[in-house]
T-cell receptor
Framework: AQKITQTQPGMFVQEKEAVTLDCTYD???????LFWYKQPSSGEMIFLIY??????QNATEGRYSLNFQKARKSANLVISASQLGDSAMYFC???????????FGQGTRLTINP | NAGVTQTPKFQVLKTGQSMTLQCAQD?????MYWYRQDPGMGLRLIYY???????DKGEVPNGYNVSRLNKREFSLRLESAAPSQTSVYFC?????????????FGSGTQLSVL
């Protein structure tokens, strides 16, 4: 069964608009972490934001915020005021407590149009 | 502030050749990982090392060997390369953040096996 699902293979957004990238996950472990990574065309994986399953508040890092809806098993990434440099692949990932493996979704290719 | 350094960035091999991908981190992290990234499949864990002197198989270990030479270095070896091993390889290291692990990735190695 797919543990991490990103349903948007590609998205196109106008510069300066906010964008939401969807991510749903599946786990029976009550303790887990959710991650978002950005992969620009240069190829490196860049950590963006982390949310722990027991965190009371949604995580925020600058223009990035994570809309964490635990009951729905959803961890959407919100990018405010998008910039041309935000064009990249974005991966959602989950790690269950005690598991060594970070499980990735298939990614969403975001394109910001001027 | 190097973080995770991988070499080489690009490599072309013929079927049956061997090679070693090198990875080093300067963040004093205990855990290190090797992932491969294939189109449409996200990242999959090949091997990981929870600490110096230990290594364990991930999802797709066949055809690979690893060595955790010391706390800084974690190498991935292909003994007899096959076209199915054409992929982008990422090394990562991790640190515990609020009871979960935050991964830092290297810039990747693009490997083609002909």
């Amino acid at each position: 069964a797919q543990k991490i699902t990103q349903t948007q293979p590609g998205m196109f957004v106008q510069e300066k608009e906010a964008v939401t990238l969807d991510c749903t996950y599946d786990t029976s472990d009550p303790s887990y972490g959710l991650f978002w990574y950005k992969q620009p065309s240069s190829g490196e994986m860049i950590f963006l934001i982390y949310q722990g399953s027991y965190d009371q508040q949604n995580a925020t890092e600058g223009r990035y915020s994570l809309n964490f809806q635990k009951a729905r098993k959803s961890a959407n990434l919100v990018i405010s005021a998008s910039q041309l440099g935000d064009s990249a692949m974005y991966f959602c990932a989950m790690r269950e407590r005690g598991a060594q493996k970070l499980v990735f979704g298939q990614g969403t290719r975001l394109t910001i149009n001027p | 502030n190097a973080g995770v350094t991988q070499t080489p960035k690009f490599q072309v091999l013929k079927t049956g050749q061997s090679m070693t991908l090198q990875c080093a981190q300067d963040m004093n992290h205990n855990s290190m990982y090797w992932y491969r990234q294939d189109p449409g499949m996200g990242l999959r864990l090949i091997y990981y090392s929870a600490s110096e002197g230990t290594t364990d198989k991930g999802e797709v270990p066949n055809g690979y060997n690893v060595s955790r030479l010391n706390k800084r270095e974690f190498s991935l070896r292909l003994e007899s390369a096959a076209p199915s091993q054409t992929s982008v390889y990422f090394c990562a290291s991790s640190v515990e953040v609020r009871h979960n692990e935050k991964l830092f990735f290297g810039s990747g190695t693009q490997l083609s096996v002909l």
